[in-house]
C-alpha cells in the first residue's frame, strides 16, 4: 500500500502557553481518534507532529496511523516564532522520508502540510526564503492556519492560497479546525490516484477563508 505522508507544523512559542497549548493537545488527540474510524486513512496515512518556538523539535517522526502515539506537547512561557527553521526543518524530512517512485516500486502520494501558528514569524528573511521552496516542491496541499489577533494571514498567504483564520485558540474553536483537518486529509486520500489536488471541504462556521 502507497503511503500518504501528512506533516504538521504546530507553533508552541510562548503566545500558546496556558489553555491554548491543552486546547491544542485535545483537539489533535480527537483528529487522530476521527482518522483512526476510517478504514482507508489506517491503511495508508502516515502522520509527523513538528512543534516550533525558539527551536524546531520533530515530536513524532512520520509514523503510520496504526503505530501513531500522540505525546503531550508543551511549550515556554515565552520565546520567539521560528516558522523559517521549521519550513526548512520540514522540507528536509519530507526530502528524507518520502520514498519517490522508480522502475521497481511506486513511490508514496504527494506529502500533505498543515501549518498552524498564532503568531507571524520572528525569522522574517529564512521564512520568506522557504515560502518560495515550499511551493516549489510538490505537496499534494499546503494549508496555513492563523489563529488569533496576532496571527498573520497575509504571512501566510505567502506560503499557500489555502488559508483559514480562527478568531481564537480555545479548545471549542480547536477542536472544531482539527476535526476539518481530519476532513481534509480523508479527502486527500480518496483523492490519490486521480491526478487532481485534493478539494478542500467546506469549513465549519469558526473558521474563516482568508481569500
Known sequence: MRRLPVYFLLDTSGSMYGEPIQALNNALSGMVN??????????????????????????????????????????????????????????????????????????????????????????????HEMTAEIKNFDFGTVVGCAAGH???????????NNVVHLDSADSQTLKTFFKWVSETIEQGNKSQGTGEAPKLPPPPSEITVVI
Open 34 to 127: 476521527n482518522l483512526r474510524s476510517d478504514a482507508q486513512a489506517l491503511d495508508s496515512l502516515w502522520i509527523s507532529i513538528i512543534t516550533f518556538d525558539r527551536e524546531v523539535k520533530e515530536v513524532v517522526p512520520l509514523t503510520e496511523l496504526v503505530q501513531f502515539r500522540l505525546p503531550e506537547i508543551t511549550c515556554p512561557q515565552s520565546g520567539p516564532t521560528n516558522t523559517g527553521a521549521a519550513l526548512k526543518f520540514v522540507m528536509e524530512k519530507v526530502q528524507q522520508d518520502v520514498i519517490k517512485s522508480s522502475e521497481t516500486q511506486k513511490g508514496d502520494w504527494k506529502p500533505l502540510l498543515f501549518l498552524f501558528t498564532d503568531g507571524k514569524p520572528s525569522d522574517v528573511q529564512l521564512y
Open 150 to 160: 496576532l496571527a498573520n494571514d497575509a504571512m501566510l498567504k505567502q506560503l499557500t
